[in-house]
Each structure stands twice: as C-alpha cells, then as structure tokens.
C-alpha cells in the first residue's frame, strides 16, 4: 500500500530545525517506544499506569500510542516523522477518556512534570449519546500543564478532534481552552467525512478519507510495536490515518516550533500556529470575518511558515505572520 509522505513544507523546515532540544510525550495506549530502532537514543524512561496493558482481551496488539509517536518524532531509513531529533516521553494508559478512575490524569501532571514541551494525545472521548464533561480530576490536570509545564510557559497540549463526523462541542477535552483541537482533511483540502467540527477546533492537517471518491484515502506510514508482527507488521506499518494522523503531524510541528524559539507560552505556539494557516476549501466560504471555519478552524498549518514565524516572535511582545 502507498503511503502518505510528509508534505515539502515539512522537510523544508528541517532546514531550521528538526526538533532538537524538545521533548514530545505521547500519552496513548501502549506507547512501545524504548527498543525501537526509530527512536534509539532519543526515547526517555516512561510512564506505565497501573494496569495497562500491551495486548487486550482478544490478544489483539494495541499499535496506536506507537504509530501516533512515530509520525510525529520518528528518525529511521524506514520512516522519518515531523520533528526527528526530538526527544520521546512515552505514557502509556490504559484507558483513555472512558470510565471510571481517569487516569489520563495523572498522567498528564506526570509529564509535565517530567518536563514535556508538547504532549500528545491523538484520541478522543468514546462517542456517547450526550456531551462528555471532564471530571475535575483531568480538568485540573490539563489547568496544571498549562499553568506548570515548562517552568510556567505551559506544555502545548495537542488532541484529536475525534472521528464521530459530529460537534467538537461534545468533546471536554478538544474544548478546553489551552488545548490545540486538531481535525483532518482530505488530500484535496476538504474536510475528511468522518473529522468532527465546530467552534473548538483550531486547525486542520491532511490525513487518510475513505469517504473521498477519488481514492486518496491512503493512511500515513509511521512505526508500530514489535509485537505487531502478529498482525502482518513488523516495527513499521502502512495504516494510519483519521485526526489521529493529523494530531500527531501537528504535535510534531509544535515540536519544531519550540525547537525554533523555546521561549514562547503554550498560547504562543497556538498564535504561530494559528498565523502559519492556509485556508483550504475557500470555496465552501465556511470561514467567518475572523478567519475562522467550524470545519478547517484557522486551516492547514504550513509548518514551514510556522517555524519562521516562531524564530521571529518575541515572548509575550506577540506574534506576527510572515
């Protein structure tokens, strides 16, 4: 199967930067990491919560946590990801946005106290009947990242908007006010039938559409765990897609960005974010006076741009497009 590749934008920027000195957690299932040849040398001692599991009942390998790091980080012959020479945190937990306990948490206050500069979460609550409302124990998690990570710059927090097709207003997690909410769209730049949408959401990146006639519905190459052999992969696979794909592309970029400048806020990164945007699908003239569409948010970053406005931005004196 013919893959993605990153977009030019993407390798340009690593005439810049490629991510060094930054330190990218992904907190996902089973995030298998640490003997991966893609991250030899750059993946840091985790975070396991209790009862995670790398397999579940059925003995099926959960493969996501390490295909979402290695679009965003990874640095092999194989597959290289947005930001290479970050360094990975990997959280592994065992359920994500469902249930009781909520560990997702702790967690988050775990990396951000292990020093993360982004975290990622490429997941979203399970699709209800009813809006989900964060419990106070992850709102106060994701207020203590923002308010404590990076000596009180705040940790960027990247999620996925979620696949439902439906209102990002019902997810507590895309909608909290420090959260970087990411969409999909399609290769064509219209939005990816299945990517949820709303006010919340803040950009959009390209990612796989099986709903698109045209057949450019194809998934992203990254890496997976070794244990994955046993579903016809082995370290690397050919399938991944959905806002799942697109956070981790924009996680990595906000891994660039604060390669390129260390100094800015975590609202700093989502402003040079914001500013590297291109519309896409002006035609649909979803876009209101502000520049904002419930279906694109700001647009698609070129993540090119976005690293030349953050060299250029200077703390808290704002940040200007280029």
């Known amino acids: ?3 993605f590749a990153l977009a030019p934008h993407v390798t340009d920027a690593w005439s810049v930067t490629r991510g060094a000195g930054t330190l990218l957690a992904v907190i996902d299932h089973n995030v298998d990491v640490a003997e991966h040849p893609a991250f030899a040398g750059r993946a840091l001692p985790g975070y396991r919560a209790s009862g995670e599991r790398i397999a579940d009942e059925a003995g099926a390998y959960r493969t996501h946590g390490t295909k979402t790091a290695g679009l965003a980080a990874a640095n092999s012959r194989h597959v290289t990801g947005v930001a290479p020479d970050a360094m990975v945190l990997p959280v592994s ?8 306990g909520h560990p997702e948490a702790d ?10 500069d982004v975290i990622c979460c490429a997941w979203a609550p399970a699709p209800t009947a009813g809006r989900y409302v964060l419990p106070e124990s992850v709102r106060e998690a994701l207020g203590y990242c923002v308010a404590r990570g990076r000596q009180g710059r705040g940790c960027t927090l990247v999620f996925a908007a979620g696949n439902d097709g439906g209102d990002i207003g019902l997810n507590g997690f895309a909608t909290h006010p420090g959260v970087i909410a990411v969409g999909a769209c399609n290769a064509h730049g219209r939005r990816a039938s299945y990517s949820n949408s709303g006010g919340a959401l803040w950009c959009v990146y390209s990612s796989s559409d099986p709903g698109d006639p045209s057949g450019h519905s194809t998934p992203y190459r990254t890496t997976a765990p070794a244990g994955s052999l046993l579903l016809g992969e082995s370290f690397y696979s050919s399938a991944f897609g959905l806002t799942s794909a697109a956070c981790a592309i924009v996680a990595g970029a906000c891994a660039l960005i604060l390669s390129a400048n260390p100094t800015l806020t975590f609202a700093e990164v989502k402003d040079v974010l914001r500013a590297s945007c291109e519309r896409v699908d002006i035609d649909g003239r979803s876009y ?8 694109y948010g700001y647009g698609r970053p070129d993540i090119l741009r976005a690293v030349k406005i953050a060299q250029g931005a200077h703390g808290k004196r704002g ?4």
């Open 319 to 322: 940040v200007a497009s280029v």
């Open 93 to 100: 937990v065992p359920t994500l946005g469902v249930g009781g």
């Open 107 to 116: 967690a988050l206050r775990w990396a951000a106290d292990a020093g993360a």
């Open 1 to 3: 199967m013919t893959a």
């Open 288 to 295: 209101d006076a502000n520049g904002r569409s419930p279906l």
